[in-house]
């Protein structure tokens, strides 16, 4: 399949660096106007975050809909949050409403206080059960109308009948899971679609890859159907290395002395009340970015370090074609759907769309026409 592009998404021009008096509110032009930025710019999907204290996704993503035309939207969701019959319902409606762009990323619920803060007292181990639960739940109910009893350990009811179907006749919509620990690759491995990273080096990549590809295997999945493999950057970038690199240390300076700015950390849904990261994933960040500031061609890791490795953070650091090299690198290894969101959100955004994402497409068309070509000579 082809590499495809992430972004996430925005409701106002409060960024972590250049913070909002009141970040928790819609600036609807604003908002309206990044989310056709993405669309016009050939962005594939936006995630639509979800947080105890952030907006409702549901909403933002229906808005999104109705404003654009090709981009796919993301659901963010907690199982905690909606029962797995009324989010097959939701879902499907939110698929046919788009004409077939919705797909549900799955977060399972990486720190404790945010899920207390909704009710949700069920530790680590008992959250990835119910996910994968969840996931089986909604399958059924996209798969046949037919009414069915479910008698689990997290979900019972009885003759529960969908009538509200994916869109263009399809029997699911995509399901996304991530995360980096043993229930985390193999949930995603043996039911998702698509499992996302965080950008880690490529070796730390490669190895997670290779996890999350064993046990897809193990659940009996053939090669073809394996999990699409999504990683997550913080591009800054700009027309050569050494203008990158002063405003990556720009960027640092802002992001040490605003300390977030109060913004939702996308990825894990944590505010920045949350304590240190339990999530294995920060932890594998924070744990890297003491190995050093660069790894491979321009990974950079004291964006980690100054917001404590609280939802993606890595950043890749440098010209436009450093970092469409860079994104390249991961493409080799797997990765088909790459997340970029910066730290000056619209204009990031734009800048992706002009000078990284037609780069890294252009040479991947170029890759393909000289396979062809050589088959055929």
């Not at 035309?69 to 907690?78: E, M």
């Not at 890859?209 to 699409?228: H, L, Q, T, V």
């Not at 950057?233 to 977030?260: Q, S, V």
Request: with cysteine; glycine share 8%; aromatic share 10%.
């Amino acid at each position: 399949m082809p590499t495809e592009f992430i972004s996430a998404t925005f409701l106002n021009p409060s960024t972590e660096i250049n913070p909002r008096p009141n970040p928790v509110t819609i600036d609807l032009d604003y908002f309206v106007r990044y989310a056709r930025a993405l669309d016009d710019y050939e962005f594939n999907y936006t995630l639509v975050p979800y947080a105890s204290s952030y907006f409702d996704p549901w909403t933002v993503g229906a808005t999104i809909a109705a404003v654009t035309k090709n981009l796919k939207i993301i659901i963010a969701l907690r199982p905690n949050t909606l029962y797995p019959t009324v989010a097959a319902k939701a879902l499907a409606t939110l698929d046919q409403v788009s004409r077939g762009r919705a797909v549900v990323h799955f977060i399972a619920g990486g720190s404790d206080a945010d899920q207390a803060a909704e009710g949700d007292f069920v530790n680590k181990v008992e959250r990835y059960e119910r996910l994968e639960e969840y996931i089986k739940i909604l399958r059924r109910a996209w798969k046949s109308a037919d009414p069915f009893d479910w008698d689990g350990k997290y979900y019972q009811f009885k003759q529960f009948s969908n009538l509200v179907r994916p869109a263009n006749g399809r029997d699911t919509i995509p399901v996304s899971v991530g995360g980096s620990s043993d229930d985390a690759y193999r949930i995603g491995g043996s039911l998702a679609d698509i499992f996302g990273l965080w950008g880690e080096p490529l070796k730390e990549t490669k190895e997670q890859i290779d996890r999350i590809y064993a046990e897809s295997a193990k659940a009996g999945r053939p090669e073809g159907d394996r999990p699409r493999i999504w990683v997550t950057f913080r591009p800054i970038t700009a027309e050569t290395d050494d203008l990158a690199w002063e405003k990556a240390h720009r960027t640092l300076a802002a992001l040490k002395e605003t300390k977030g700015g109060g913004i939702v950390r996308i990825g894990t849904g944590d505010s920045k009340t949350a304590p240190a990261p339990q999530n294995v994933g920060s932890q594998r960040l924070l744990e890297i970015a003491g190995r050093g500031e660069v790894q491979d061609r321009a990974l950079w890791y004291p964006t980690v370090t100054a917001t404590n490795a609280r939802g993606a953070s890595t950043a890749l650091v440098g010209s436009y074609k450093t970092v469409s090299d860079s994104i390249l690198d991961y493409v080799d290894l797997g990765c088909e759907l790459i997340s970029i969101r910066g730290y000056d959100n619209l204009n990031d955004a734009i800048d992706y769309g002009r000078y990284i994402l037609p780069r890294v497409r252009a040479e991947l068309k170029e890759r393909e026409a000289t396979s062809n070509g050589s088959k055929t000579a």
